[in-house]
């Protein structure tokens, strides 16, 4: 399954950090995302776009992940090439991630 | 128990306008608070001062406060924005005269200053935060430095009786905690409170991305109403949840999702937020949906704000030129990629570094690459993006050249080319001590 069937997302920006936020709908999802959606997995997805660390957060009392993206290609906000200088449709990227969907 | 109700009126500078009237006249606010400055507004603001010393304010300053003064009057409500942005002193001279145009006499007006910091960034011994080297080392390319200012002066400007309070980059959060702490009575060593304030504040402050803006997604989120839009209200009391709430009937949604979304937008780690006012703890925080269009959201707290200031650097950093052009129908991807091979050929010639040139096919890996890109079936149009960065404006204008010229030297059927130049201005960082930024606030009857 697509990650946008259980979760929703918002990202943002702090000159070439990135933050997207992954929150499940349903609390009892949380789990599930925490299992298959790990910074290693987010590298990978972002790996194009990522030339730094990945961080995840944990905030189980909203149901929720954020992760923070280091060195986002091409100088940051103010500086880049990019059509999308903010990263602001990164999140929309990351919820079209597929993640199993036969172990409940 | 005393609550107050605060109103997000502008989320930034080029925000609709309307929100904050139906606010400032059916919120039943005691403080609205119209947040417009963002990294390069502020160094664009800066280059507007150096030109004309009566100006560097917000360009929209006499619009939105013709918009709310009288209503703002009318009900009783405090307007505390950042619209001062390179010149609070002018923009309160500015304010005064319209007050007075608009008949509001006797308004008091307080400006906020201190927080330009460049001739002692540029004296002192300060390094760049992301690259480590001397601010100095930036010389003349240096347009403005900012330190990020908290909430404490605005409390000042609130106790000594003004209705309007225009600061410069006062921090976004402390617009909010500065009439919070002065309305609940908070000093500034109580931690939890001020990391409250600041959560209130942090979910205000882009106005309607916490009540349906930046969240819609038809068939999964769905929002009624994007375009009338209602801006948001915070009710905060001593202790308890704070509450976010916007006006009955207007357009959006306040929901828990609505709000989780806000309270991580533009966070790293949730449980330090480094504000002026507090370091601020949200990883314990609940959001609970109350009612319709009424969530509570509990447990933030906060510890002890650090002892320097960030600082925004603006500095000029070269142009970026750009050309676009479209291709339709059967093979238009092909002919994209040709034209875009063509352009970044004739740019790479005429001396452009590969790495300074970037083509884009709009439509397919403009926003994310071609990895990423997972089109199954070729799509009926594409649209060429060719940019890149350059010293001279001059030599920015080649890129739109370029790209115009393959109307006749280019691939079939090439249509609908645009061009533009822009001067870049870069935003870096810096840390001072925090006894380096006095500030000082002026007051102004109108």
């Known amino acids: 399954m697509k990650l946008w069937q259980i979760a929703h997302s918002r990202s943002g920006d702090k000159g070439t950090i990135s933050n997207i936020s992954l929150i499940a709908f349903r609390a009892e999802d949380y789990a599930r995302l925490t299992r298959h959606v790990t910074a290693v997995r987010v590298r990978e997805r972002f790996a194009g776009l990522v030339t730094g660390e990945v961080r995840r957060y944990e905030l189980p009392s909203i149901a929720a992940l954020n992760f923070v993206l280091h060195g986002m290609v091409d100088g940051g906000v103010t500086r880049t090439l990019a059509l999308d200088t903010h990263g602001k449709s990164l999140s929309s990227a990351l919820l079209d991630m597929e993640i199993p969907d036969d172990d409940d | 128990m005393k609550t107050v109700r605060i109103g997000s009126g502008a989320g930034f500078a080029g925000d609709r306008i309307e929100p904050a009237v139906e606010l400032a006249t059916h919120g039943s606010l005691d403080y609205l608070v119209l947040e417009c400055l963002a990294e390069r507004t502020i160094a664009l603001a800066q280059e507007a001062r150096a030109q004309d010393p009566s100006r560097g304010f917000d360009p929209m300053l006499e619009r939105r406060l013709e918009a709310v003064l009288p209503t703002c009057r009318e ?13 609070p002193a002018s923009a309160g001279a500015r304010a005064r005269e319209l007050a007075r145009r608009l008949g509001c006499h006797g308004l008091t007006i307080a400006t ?18 992301e690259t480590g080297a001397p601010v100095s080392t930036l010389k003349d390319r240096l347009i403005s430095a900012n330190a990020y200012i908290g909430a404490e002066p605005i409390v000042e400007a609130l106790a000594k009786g003004a209705r309007l309070v225009i600061t410069g980059r006062a921090a976004d959060p402390s617009l909010f905690v500065g009439p919070l702490a002065y309305s609940l009575g908070w000093q500034f060593d109580a931690w939890p409170a001020l990391g409250r304030g600041t959560l209130a504040g942090h979910l205000l402050e882009c106005a309607g991305q916490v009540t349906g803006g930046y969240f ?7 929002v009624a109403g994007l375009e009338r839009l209602g801006f948001p209200i915070a009710e905060v009391a001593d202790e ?27 966070i790293h780690d949730p449980s330090a937020y480094i504000t ?62 040709l034209a875009a091979a063509v352009a970044r050929d004739r740019l790479e010639r005429s001396g452009i570094a590969p790495a300074d040139i970037r083509c884009d096919l709009i439509g397919i890996s403009a926003l994310h690459g071609e990895a990423m890109s997972t089109a199954v079936a070729e799509p ?16 920015a204008g080649r890129i739109g050249e370029e790209v115009e010229s393959l109307y006749t030297n ?20 810096t840390f001072i001590p925090r006894a380096l930024v006095p500030c000082t606030v002026q007051i102004e009857v109108a």
């Open chain 2, 112 to 129: 906020v200053s201190g927080d330009d910091v460049y001739d002692v960034v540029m004296a002192g011994d300060f390094a760049i935060a």
């Open chain 2, 216 to 222: 819609a997604d038809p068939g999964r989120k769905d």
């Open chain 2, 75 to 87: 009900h009783g409500v405090t307007i505390v924005t950042n619209m001062g942005a390179a010149n």
């Open chain 2, 380 to 395: 009926y149009e594409v649209r060429v993006r060719v940019a890149a960065r350059t010293p001279s404006r001059e030599t």
């Open chain 2, 276 to 337: 002026p006012d507090t370091i601020a703890d949200f990883s314990q925080v609940t959001v609970t949906q109350v009612a319709d269009d009424r969530v509570a959201v509990d447990g933030a707290t906060g510890r002890a704000r650090p002892d320097t200031l960030k600082v925004s650097l603006g500095y000029r950093d070269g142009y970026i030129g750009e050309g676009q052009i479209s291709y339709a129908g059967s093979g238009a991807v092909g002919r994209a990629r």
């Open chain 2, 240 to 266: 308890g949840p704070i509450i976010i709430t916007k006006v009955s009937g207007s357009g959006g949604a306040v929901t828990a999702a609505t709000c989780k979304e806000q309270l991580l937008y533009e």
């Open chain 2, 410 to 429: 280019g691939p079939a059927g090439g249509g609908g080319a645009t061009r533009s130049v822009r001067e870049v201005v870069a935003i870096a960082s």
